[in-house]
């Protein structure tokens, strides 16, 4: 993983939240907070919580007395999470590196990670934190997305920018978001990390957009491609995203469109 593929700065937080949050990562926030419901915990840390998708859903369905704290390594995101969940919801909001957590072993009753795991230089040093601060027979529930040939969006606009830039193509996406999606791998991970019973499911939604325009700027500006792209060429931000869009039209139709999106979900006990 490049260094820069962590750099969600300037207007990229608020174009995530804006319009890659409906896109793709709703539907699996709304899984993951009626799963974490199930369990009734007392207490629930987040990592790695961007810009507050899963956090509003936890906060729609759990009972005001739970501890929820989110935590996310970039302030940025954190601070946009923050304007969009109500002042009255009881979040804990702190600014933490999913490898080092700065809290006590055995705190929480259950972790959560919506794809952020991909992001973690070291996966086992995350996973190991993650049972860390869990409690005896607690869980870790977190997701991954599938392979970006499983999720047509990213493909369209992966293969539009490699025309844009033949001779070096960004693979930010293909490396990165949907680069850790070996679940032989990721069980052996969380295996080594301390984690004995691995439970994991793939899950498919469907991710509709009125335009192509709309997932070509989700991915092109609301990422950290945005960075990729300006690295090898920073007058052509625009014409790259337009060029992703019209992938998009020719692939899926000029709009209303819609594309596969597949993750696979873990759920580990402590």
């Not at 080594?192 to 700027?217: M, N």
């Not at 993750?263 to 402590?270: D, G, K, L």
Request: proline share 7%; net charge negative.
């Amino acid at each position: 993983m490049a260094a820069t593929d962590k750099a969600f700065t300037g207007s990229i937080p608020e174009l995530y939240e804006r319009h890659l949050v409906p896109l793709i990562f709703e539907p699996y926030a709304q899984d993951l907070a009626e799963e974490v419901r199930r369990l009734k915990p007392s207490s629930v840390l987040e990592t790695a919580a961007g810009t507050g998708v899963v956090t509003r859903a936890l906060t729609a369905v759990l009972p005001p007395a739970t501890r929820l704290v989110a935590t996310d390594l970039n302030t940025a995101m954190l601070d946009v999470a923050r304007a969009h969940v109500p002042r009255e919801c009881p979040v804990e909001w702190r600014q933490a590196d999913a490898l080092a957590l700065p809290f006590e072993d055995e705190t929480f009753d259950v972790v959560t990670c919506q794809f952020g795991a991909m992001f973690f230089p070291d996966k086992r040093q995350g996973f190991r934190e993650a049972w860390r601060v869990l409690r005896p027979s607690g869980r870790f529930l977190f997701s991954v997305w599938d392979d970006i040939g499983a999720n047509e969006f990213p493909e369209a606009v992966m293969q539009a920018l490699a025309d844009v830039f033949p001779d070096d193509p960004p693979r930010f996406l293909a490396r990165t978001p949907y680069g850790y999606c070996d679940t032989a791998r990721i069980i052996e991970d969380l295996t080594a990390a301390g984690f004995a019973d691995v439970r994991s499911e793939t899950v498919e939604h469907v991710s509709r957009s009125e335009t192509p325009r709309e997932p070509a700027l989700a991915f092109c500006q609301g990422t950290p491609l945005r960075g990729e792209i300006e690295a090898r060429d920073a007058a052509c931000l625009e014409e790259a995203t337009q060029r992703a869009a019209e992938a998009l039209a020719k692939r899926f139709g000029e709009g209303p469109i819609q594309g596969r999106i597949r993750a696979i979900v873990f759920c580990a006990i402590r």
